[in-house]
């Protein structure tokens, strides 16, 4: 039916050439945007999904930087340890010359004492960011790591961040003491006796280790009548357990650092018999010691049934105000101008090259920690952005692709409007 009020026709190509008007529109939209989901009025449920990913993306960036913060600062405690571990090599050379007897030792002495000074230097200026890898003799509990961000972990709508810990490694020269009062005391918290077992094992793992705590070595020697070892060599308390004033004075004692561990300390221990050892003249078939994990196993050729040696390892709580030394503490007591302090001085740099040196490497295991995880949010930011791409991002070609079909369709349908347009006009030829 025919009729000059409505015209079906023109209204259905009037809604068709809206709707590619409209398609055209958001076409055109995405060519001049670049993205196909560009606001909530074009997906809603894709466009919160790209919101929460643009922030994570955002908080990669800021772990990436993070990042490179802390790698900065283990670059400059790495190459501060092996400066100083250089530094040592050198003086023991000189140490070394040291132990001739025709030397000028006074001249010797004044290069050491510059060298250390220059140790001292390096310790106190290898900083970045405010951050000295090489200083820990705060008592402060945390003081002696430091947290760099590592990472951002999602699980489901909730958010943590999560941080790598590394430890400072002192390398001062200052000395450590132990107060002869106050504090909590404990004689023989570990102890081991030599005898006809001519092995044993003192297990240091059930002792607390805080900053500030300080702990000896003791031996107390049984042969009366000297006949396998001197006694009195091997006695370092008047009565088989050490006294806190006996502790306070002795030298073969540590206060430990934050961050320590009862490796830490049964590693220090063991340095410090090394040098009294070799300061006393003591021979190690009567007595040695060695580290293994959290123990100090100390072993004995001579001992037997009635000749023995019973180490003890002593502790004293940080709330009796001990001093806590340098790494290098030692370095200050080398002393080579006489010939028992040459001696004892290269025992000492023996176990202070060694301490050095592992500390340069462990800086340098922890900057490649931060370097790994460093390439590891790389990469995961870079696949977030490709993703945050296919959830966003328009096909440029198969936009372009549409939109000439769809300017095609345009001026169909405007056509199709003509015709059906002019329709009502053919009615009037019906009343001529």
Request: net charge negative; no cysteine.
């Amino acid at each position: 039916m025919s009729s000059i009020l409505t015209n079906r026709g023109a209204s259905t190509a009037l809604a068709t050439l809206r709707n590619i008007n409209a398609q055209i529109a958001e076409t055109q939209n995405q060519i001049s945007t670049g993205k196909r989901v560009a606001d909530p009025t074009d997906n809603s449920a894709v466009w919160a999904i790209s919101r929460t990913m643009r922030a994570d993306i955002a908080g990669f960036q800021n772990v990436s930087n993070s990042l490179a913060l802390g790698q900065a600062t283990m670059s400059v405690a790495r190459q501060g340890a092996e400066t100083i571990t250089e530094l040592l090599t050198d003086i023991k050379g000189k140490i070394v010359s040291a132990q001739e007897g025709n030397v000028d030792r006074a001249k010797i002495q004044a290069g050491i004492d510059a060298l250390r000074e220059q140790i001292d230097g390096i310790t106190s200026t290898a900083s970045f960011n405010g951050q000295n890898m090489l200083q820990n003799t705060d008592s402060t509990a945390g003081s002696g790591q430091i947290n760099v961000l590592a990472s951002i972990d999602r699980s489901g709508s909730s958010v943590s961040s999560s941080d790598m810990a590394f430890t400072r490694r002192d390398m001062g020269t200052g000395a450590s003491s132990v107060s002869a009062t106050g504090g909590t005391f404990t004689a023989a918290a570990a102890t081991g006796t030599l005898n006809a077992t001519r092995e044993v094992t003192i297990d240091l793992s059930s002792l607390s280790v805080a900053a500030g705590d300080a702990f000896s070595l003791s031996l107390f020697g049984t042969d009366a009548n000297n006949s396998s070892f001197t006694q009195a060599d091997y006695r370092t308390s008047a009565v088989a357990n050490e006294t806190q004033t006996e502790m306070a004075a002795s030298a073969l004692s540590y206060v430990a650092h934050d961050g320590d561990t009862a490796g830490d300390v049964a590693k220090a221990l063991k340095r410090a018999w090394d040098d009294y050892a070799k300061e006393n003249d003591l021979n190690k078939d009567v007595f040695d010691v060695r580290v293994s994990g959290q123990s100090l196993v100390i072993s004995s050729g001579v001992t037997d049934g009635t000749d023995t040696i019973t180490a003890n390892v002593n502790t004293l709580t940080a709330a009796a105000g001990n001093t806590i030394g340098g790494g290098l503490e030692t370095l200050g007591e080398i002393d080579v101008t006489t010939n028992a302090g040459a001696g004892k001085a290269l025992s000492q740099i023996e176990g202070l090259l060694g301490y050095a040196i592992d500390a340069a490497a462990a800086f340098g295991s922890d900057q490649g920690r931060i370097d790994t995880q460093s390439k590891f949010v790389g990469m995961m930011s870079a696949v977030l952005k490709d993703g945050l791409g296919q959830l966003e991002d328009a096909d440029m070609e198969d936009t372009s692709a549409r939109l000439q079909a769809l300017q095609v369709q345009q001026q169909l349908a405007v056509q199709a409007l003509s015709i059906a347009n002019s329709a009502p006009q053919q009615l009037l030829s019906l009343f001529r």
